[in-house]
C-alpha cells in the first residue's frame, strides 16, 4: 500500500503448511509505521479497543526483528538489527475463528469504498461482465465470496426513497457503526473515510459490522493536522451513508451519547497506563537500532511527546462538538464548456442549526489565485 515508498519496509510472511505456525499464526504481518513519529500509535489503539465492549480488535504486539541476508551466498553473514515492528493479525478465516466470528462469513476490506454503488465494479460472481481485479478495486474480498448481500445492502443505501434510519435497522448494527465513528474521530483517525476499515457481516444474518483497520495515522500532532472539514463528521460526509443518517437530528445526539460513552474508555487514565508499560519495552529497541537514524526526537524528547498523546483524545473530543456549529462540506464538480461559456457546479452545504448558508465563488488564472 503506501508504505511500500517508504525508506524502511513493512514485511508480510507467509509460513508453509507443513511449517510450524508461530503462536498459531501463520501469516506474520510485521509493520514498520515508519509514517507514525512513534512507532507505537496502531498497538496503542488496538490495545483501547479491547477494553470496549462489543468492538471487535485486532490481536497485535511489538516485535524486535533481526534479517540475516544470504541472498549473495555467503554463509557467515551476522544479523542485522532491523528496530521495532508491530505485529498485527491477518484478518482472515482464522481470524474470524480466532475471534468466535462466523468462518463463513462475509469479510471485506476497503479500498477506495464510499457506500456508492459502484456498478461497474462491485456486481454478483454470476455475472458475465464480472472482474475479480475490478471488484477489489474497491473492496479487497477476504471471506465468502457470494457478493449478492452486500449488494442488496449498497442498493438500499443508495435509494433515497428508503428511510436512512430504516435501512440501518435491517442492514447495520447500530451501536457497532456509531462505536466505530467515535474511536476514529476521538483517535483523529483521518484516513477511514473510503479505506482502512472493514466490513463482516455473518453468513445467516442481514447486518454488517464495521471493524477497525490501520490506525498509525492517528494522534497527529499540530503540524501534521489537516483542515477542520477533514475532521469529526465532515471527513465522512462524503460517504453516502454517514450524509444521508446525519441530517436526522437524532442520529447526532446519539453519536454524542455514544462519544461520551467511548471517552469513558479511550482517556488519559488509560492512555497512561497503556504508556508507562510499552515506553520500557520500547526505548532500548528504537535508540539502540537503526530507528535512531531516522527519529524525529532525541531520546528525552520523545518521551515527552509520546506522553503528550495522552491529552489529546480529550482534545478531540472538544473539537468534534465545536464542529456540530459549522457547515459540512461540499464538493466541487467537473466544470462545463457550452457555446464557449464555462458552467460551474457544485453540491450544497448542510448546517445541523439549519442556518443560513452562503458560497463565495472566486475564479483565477493561476493556481495560486494571485489574478
Given at each position: 500500500q503506501s508504505s511500500r515508498n517508504a525508506q524502511k519496509k513493512s514485511y508480510k510472511i507467509k509460513l508453509f503448511d507443513s511449517t510450524e505456525r508461530w503462536d498459531d499464526f501463520r501469516i506474520l504481518n510485521l509493520n514498520k509505521h515508519y509514517s507514525d513519529r512513534f512507532r507505537i500509535i496502531?498497538?496503542?489503539?488496538?490495545?483501547?479497543?479491547?477494553?470496549?465492549?462489543?468492538f471487535v480488535s485486532f490481536r497485535t504486539r511489538f516485535v524486535h526483528l533481526y534479517i540475516k541476508d544470504l541472498s549473495g551466498g555467503a554463509s557467515k553473514t551476522s544479523y542485522e538489527d532491523y528496530g521495532l515492528f508491530t505485529f498485527i493479525e491477518q484478518p482472515n478465516k482464522q481470524f474470524l475463528k480466532q475471534h468466535n466470528l462466523d468462518i463463513n462469513g462475509h469479510l471485506y476490506k476497503a479500498e477506495f469504498f464510499e457506500f456508492f454503488r459502484y456498478e461497474d465494479n462491485l456486481k454478483s460472481k454470476d455475472d458475465l461482465t464480472f472482474s475479480e481485479s475490478s471488484f477489489e478495486e474497491i473492496l479487497e474480498v477476504m471471506g465468502n465470496d457470494n457478493h449478492d448481500k452486500l449488494l442488496e445492502m449498497l442498493d438500499a443505501v443508495n435509494n433515497y426513497n428508503l428511510n436512512i434510519d430504516d435501512v440501518i435497522e435491517q442492514y447495520f448494527d447500530k451501536d457497532?457503526?456509531?462505536t466505530w465513528l467515535s474511536v476514529n474521530i476521538l483517535l483523529d483517525n483521518i484516513d477511514t473515510n473510503s479505506r482502512n476499515f472493514i466490513l463482516y457481516s455473518p453468513l445467516n444474518s442481514d447486518k454488517w459490522f464495521f471493524l477497525p483497520w490501520d490506525y498509525d495515522g492517528s494522534l497527529k500532532n499540530e503540524s501534521q493536522r489537516?483542515?477542520?472539514?477533514?475532521?469529526?463528521?465532515?471527513?465522512?460526509?462524503?460517504?453516502?451513508?454517514?450524509?444521508?443518517?446525519?441530517?436526522?437530528?437524532?442520529?447526532?445526539?446519539?453519536l454524542s451519547r455514544k462519544m461520551e460513552e467511548i471517552s469513558q474508555i479511550i482517556n488519559k487514565e488509560n492512555s497512561k497506563k497503556l504508556i508507562d508499560n510499552y515506553y520500557p519495552q520500547i526505548r532500548q529497541i528504537l535508540y539502540n537500532s537503526s530507528d535512531t537514524?531516522?527519529?524525529?526526537?532525541?531520546?528525552?524528547?520523545?518521551?515527552?511527546?509520546?506522553?503528550?498523546?495522552?491529552?489529546?483524545?480529550?482534545?478531540?473530543?472538544?473539537?468534534?462538538?465545536?464542529?456540530?456549529?459549522?457547515?459540512?462540506?461540499?464538493?466541487?464538480?467537473?466544470?462545463t464548456l457550452d457555446n464557449d461559456e464555462y458552467y460551474f457546479n457544485w453540491t450544497s452545504s448542510y448546517d445541523f442549526q439549519g442556518d443560513e448558508l452562503n458560497y463565495t465563488f472566486i475564479l483565477s488564472t493561476d493556481y495560486n489565485f494571485k489574478n
Amino acid at each position: 500500500q503506501s508504505s511500500r515508498n517508504a525508506q524502511k519496509k513493512s514485511y508480510k510472511i507467509k509460513l508453509f503448511d507443513s511449517t510450524e505456525r508461530w503462536d498459531d499464526f501463520r501469516i506474520l504481518n510485521l509493520n514498520k509505521h515508519y509514517s507514525d513519529r512513534f512507532r507505537i500509535i496502531n498497538k496503542f489503539s488496538y490495545d483501547l479497543f479491547e477494553k470496549i465492549p462489543d468492538f471487535v480488535s485486532f490481536r497485535t504486539r511489538f516485535v524486535h526483528l533481526y534479517i540475516k541476508d544470504l541472498s549473495g551466498g555467503a554463509s557467515k553473514t551476522s544479523y542485522e538489527d532491523y528496530g521495532l515492528f508491530t505485529f498485527i493479525e491477518q484478518p482472515n478465516k482464522q481470524f474470524l475463528k480466532q475471534h468466535n466470528l462466523d468462518i463463513n462469513g462475509h469479510l471485506y476490506k476497503a479500498e477506495f469504498f464510499e457506500f456508492f454503488r459502484y456498478e461497474d465494479n462491485l456486481k454478483s460472481k454470476d455475472d458475465l461482465t464480472f472482474s475479480e481485479s475490478s471488484f477489489e478495486e474497491i473492496l479487497e474480498v477476504m471471506g465468502n465470496d457470494n457478493h449478492d448481500k452486500l449488494l442488496e445492502m449498497l442498493d438500499a443505501v443508495n435509494n433515497y426513497n428508503l428511510n436512512i434510519d430504516d435501512v440501518i435497522e435491517q442492514y447495520f448494527d447500530k451501536d457497532n457503526l456509531l462505536t466505530w465513528l467515535s474511536v476514529n474521530i476521538l483517535l483523529d483517525n483521518i484516513d477511514t473515510n473510503s479505506r482502512n476499515f472493514i466490513l463482516y457481516s455473518p453468513l445467516n444474518s442481514d447486518k454488517w459490522f464495521f471493524l477497525p483497520w490501520d490506525y498509525d495515522g492517528s494522534l497527529k500532532n499540530e503540524s501534521q493536522r489537516r483542515s477542520t472539514w477533514q475532521k469529526n463528521i465532515s471527513n465522512y460526509w462524503g460517504m453516502v451513508i454517514f450524509n444521508r443518517m446525519f441530517k436526522n437530528p437524532e442520529n447526532i445526539d446519539a453519536l454524542s451519547r455514544k462519544m461520551e460513552e467511548i471517552s469513558q474508555i479511550i482517556n488519559k487514565e488509560n492512555s497512561k497506563k497503556l504508556i508507562d508499560n510499552y515506553y520500557p519495552q520500547i526505548r532500548q529497541i528504537l535508540y539502540n537500532s537503526s530507528d535512531t537514524e531516522d527519529m524525529d526526537y532525541s531520546e528525552e524528547d520523545y518521551k515527552d511527546n509520546l506522553y503528550g498523546i495522552i491529552n489529546m483524545m480529550e482534545n478531540n473530543k472538544n473539537d468534534y462538538y465545536h464542529s456540530l456549529e459549522t457547515p459540512m462540506p461540499f464538493f466541487l464538480g467537473t466544470p462545463t464548456l457550452d457555446n464557449d461559456e464555462y458552467y460551474f457546479n457544485w453540491t450544497s452545504s448542510y448546517d445541523f442549526q439549519g442556518d443560513e448558508l452562503n458560497y463565495t465563488f472566486i475564479l483565477s488564472t493561476d493556481y495560486n489565485f494571485k489574478n
